[in-house]
C-alpha cells in the first residue's frame, strides 16, 4: 500500500514539473536551439552565409516534431530490444550455470564422491587459475 503511495506521488511530481512551465507561460512560442541559433547568428554577422542546406525540410513544425518523435521511437525500441537480449542471454547463462552445477552435485551424490567445488570450499583452497602458453613456432630458414 505504501508502495503504491509513494509511486503516485511520484508519478504527480513529473506531470507537475511538465505543466507547471507551460501553465506559468502559456502564451508563449516555443522553439527549438537550432533555429534560435540561426536567427543570433543572422542577427550578429548579415554578411553569414550556411555551409550547406538541409536535405529535406518538412512542410511544417508538426511533421518536423513527429519525425523527431518517430526518431526517438525508433531509437528507443532498438536500445529496448538490444538490452531485453543482453539481459536474457545473462539470464540463460545463469540459469544454464546452475543447472550445470545441480546436475554435478546429483552425480556426486549418487556415486557417493565429492566434487571439486565441494573440496575447495571445505579446505579454504582458491580454484586454480588457467594460463594460456604462447604458441611455439619453429624458426624458418630461406
Not at 536535405?55 to 538490444?82: D, K, N, T
Not at 539481459?87 to 566434487?115: D, F, L, P, V, W
Not at 575447495?120 to 624458426?139: C, K, L, N
Amino acid at each position: 500500500m505504501r508502495r503504491h503511495l509513494v509511486t503516485a506521488l511520484l508519478v504527480l511530481a513529473v506531470i507537475a514539473l511538465f505543466a507547471t512551465p507551460l501553465l506559468l507561460d502559456g502564451g508563449s512560442e516555443y522553439a527549438g536551439t537550432d533555429s534560435q541559433a540561426t536567427e543570433l547568428i543572422e542577427e550578429s554577422d548579415a554578411g553569414y552565409e550556411p555551409w550547406f542546406e538541409s536535405v529535406f525540410s518538412p512542410g511544417s513544425s508538426e511533421i518536423e516534431s513527429g519525425l523527431f518523435a518517430l526518431q526517438a521511437a525508433l531509437g528507443g525500441g532498438v536500445l529496448g530490444y538490444v538490452l531485453g537480449r543482453l539481459k536474457g542471454r545473462r539470464t540463460a547463462e545463469q540459469t544454464s550455470r546452475r543447472t550445470a552445477e545441480q546436475t554435478s552435485r546429483r552425480t556426486a551424490e549418487q556415486t557417493g564422491r565429492r566434487t571439486a567445488e565441494q573440496t575447495r570450499r571445505e579446505t579454504g583452497e582458491q580454484p586454480a587459475r588457467r594460463t594460456v602458453e604462447p604458441a611455439r613456432t619453429e624458426p624458418t630458414t630461406p
